[in-house]
């Protein structure tokens, strides 16, 4: 059994598309409607996911780019994911603008075969994004819609190292237990709530500091093309049919982003492709290794 968290905040056409393509009986799912996106969208997609009774919808709270309100959203919905099963193995966490690529039997197998390893992206932040250091060392603050970023500078936790990465993850029932309710975890969540853009860096700084960081497989398994947005940071590029053979070969589980409204082309190759047989991605010996061998599943 897996555990989904989808975090939703426009295009409910397009999320109702992806819900289907990711959607298995034996499966769990948490959605996270952005409070910004209104009473019709929210209606809407309650409509929808009442005809599925393995799912639950968190309580809307505003999930603002940059700050800490996007881990709460994923900490919610990790707990709830937990209460709402004790059988799932692995979490997962979407947007409502992504899709898989391979297929549910394919996922559940490949995670099944790598059972014990957590795949998100974490670099030291200080060796390899200096560049970023002020998100963690400047004072910031959230309130309601608005990010607040202060001249005011701290030190980091101390005895602990900073880790970024990105905000997708594929991690295992111990993780999600470990960040929702060990003690320990909560300096961090202390910390991190009056930091900038704390979601690419919170969970791989509690990971890497904590006894399950041997497991780490330095990967999210997300095919993205991620390009320049400015000075502060780089935005995923739309794909497009375009991308169809790049994407339907990709070894990656999942992708993003798309936009119907751009090109639905794609999504219908993507449909196609993940009903078709797929080459599973077999144990990893070593997991700090990405060389994995293959076998086919239909």
């Excluded at 295992?172 to 309710?181: G, L, N």
Aim: net charge positive.
């Amino acid at each position: 059994m897996l555990a989904y968290l989808i975090l939703v905040h426009r295009f409910p056409d397009q999320f109702k598309r992806m819900f289907k393509a990711v959607f298995d009986p034996d499966n769990i799912y948490v959605i996270h409607i952005d409070k910004k996106s209104g009473p019709e969208i929210t209606r809407d997609i309650r409509k929808f996911l009442s005809e599925y009774p393995n799912t639950s919808i968190l309580p809307s709270k505003s999930a603002n780019w940059g700050g800490y309100s996007l881990v709460d959203a994923e900490l919610r919905g990790m707990a709830q994911l937990l209460k709402m099963s004790d059988k799932w193995d692995y979490f997962i966490n979407l947007s409502g603008q992504d899709f898989p690529l391979k297929s549910q039997a394919h996922i559940a197998d490949f995670l099944a075969n790598n059972k014990g390893s957590e795949f998100i992206k974490a670099l030291d932040q200080e060796q390899f994004r200096p560049d970023t250091m002020p998100r963690v060392q400047q004072l910031v603050f959230e309130l309601s819609d608005r990010i607040f970023r202060t001249f005011f500078k701290r030190k980091f936790l101390a005895g602990a190292k900073p880790y970024i990465g990105n905000q997708w993850m594929i991690v295992s029932r111990a993780f999600c237990q470990y960040v929702c309710h060990d003690r320990s975890v909560a300096r961090y969540k202390a910390f991190y709530r009056n930091t900038f853009i704390a979601d690419e860096g919170f969970f791989q700084t509690v990971l890497m500091n904590s006894g399950l960081r041997g497991r780490l497989v330095n990967d999210d398994l997300r095919m993205i093309d991620w390009v320049p947005d400015g000075d502060i940071k780089l935005r995923p590029r739309t794909f497009t049919i375009a991308d169809a053979e790049s994407l339907s070969t990709s070894s990656n589980l999942f992708a993003r982003k798309f936009d119907s409204n751009l090109d639905e082309s794609i999504l219908d190759a993507l449909e196609e492709n993940i009903r078709a047989p797929v080459l599973v991605r077999r144990p990893i010996e070593d997991p700090g290794s990405k060389v994995m061998s293959l076998a086919m599943v239909v």
